[in-house]
């Protein structure tokens, strides 16, 4: 049993990533090494652990049944780990905050710095993903608490609104005039490229409401996947994008860029702070009160 742990460590990760290569990264050993041990394990419990494709490994039924103890036994640690840890930090308040790239750059970072004057022993940790994710590892209490725009739902959740925000088409002058001289008689909409986010993301499917609702089909459409590189793209003069636009207030104010009439007006969005109901959302607004000014 003893010379086998380290060859469960081993095992563990290669069942969990399905791929010995990837399997090699995590554990900063080689791909032979990984592969001496799967079969010394193997070996030593008199079974096949895995089944090899091209496409990466398997589970074999003994594998699987194995993975599941194993795996459990991983978790336990992992709980042994978590609670010694926290243990010692009991004393130390913390905050674990989940935000999109494009909100923690725009919304959260801007009010960060008289947060953590104010709260100089609270230990903040930040985690970028989307919105759905965000609430994921809410559900999951892996955060405290999430900056989101206001989903459609949000069941079991308490959501505190921190500012409007809108959506507009912006782009160059130069662009603008370009397209007006090469196509004179035709609707931006039809010839010039629209740049937007992806279609996961919650700013993109509200978009998309609207130009369905306005009946507008957009010829040419540029898919990218941040705001910075919609806003960075807009200003080289690649196309149209469609931002936010208090994001580029500043960019509107010098004329850099300028907003592209298309006979709709978005309605407002909310942004704000999202944490799981119940008793511990009171106490999650207290501690962070000064984040929401």
Do not use: W
């Not at 010829?219 to 793209?233: A, T």
């Amino acid at each position: 049993m003893q010379e086998n742990l380290s060859l469960y460590h081993i095992f563990y990760i290669v069942s969990r990533t399905g791929n010995i290569s990837q399997a090699a990264k995590e554990l900063y050993i080689s791909q032979p090494a990984i592969s001496r041990a799967i079969k010394k394990l193997e070996d030593n419990l008199d079974t096949i652990l895995f089944k090899r494709s091209s496409r990466g490994v398997t589970l074999t039924p003994d594998g699987q049944l194995l993975y599941e103890k194993v795996k459990a036994a991983f978790e336990l640690l992992s709980e042994g780990e978590d609670s010694i840890l926290h243990n010692r930090s009991r004393e130390i308040p913390r905050l674990r905050i989940g935000a999109s790239t494009t909100l923690c750059k725009y919304v959260l970072m801007p009010r960060l710095k008289n947060f953590i004057s104010a709260n100089p022993q609270m230990r903040i940790t930040i985690s970028c993903q989307s919105t759905y994710q965000t609430l994921r590892l809410l559900e999951e209490d892996r955060i405290d608490i999430g900056l989101i725009g206001r989903p459609g739902k949000l069941s079991g959740y308490e959501f505190l609104p921190l500012l409007q925000i809108q959506d507009t088409f912006v782009a160059t002058k130069q662009y603008l005039e370009n397209q007006h001289r090469l196509f004179p008689l035709e609707p931006l909409s039809h010839t010039a490229t629209f740049m937007l986010l992806d279609e996961q993301n919650i700013t993109r499917q509200s978009v998309n409401i609207m130009l369905h609702d306005h009946q507008l089909q957009l010829g040419h459409i540029l898919e990218v996947s941040s705001m910075d590189l919609l806003i960075q793209f807009a200003q080289v003069g690649l196309g149209i994008a469609c931002v936010i636009k208090e994001f580029v207030q500043k960019e509107l104010d010098e004329g850099t860029l300028v907003e592209v009439p298309l006979g709709l007006v978005f309605p407002s969005r909310e942004i704000g702070f999202v944490c799981r109901s119940g008793a511990k959302a009171q106490e999650l607004v207290t501690s962070s009160q000064s984040l929401f000014i």
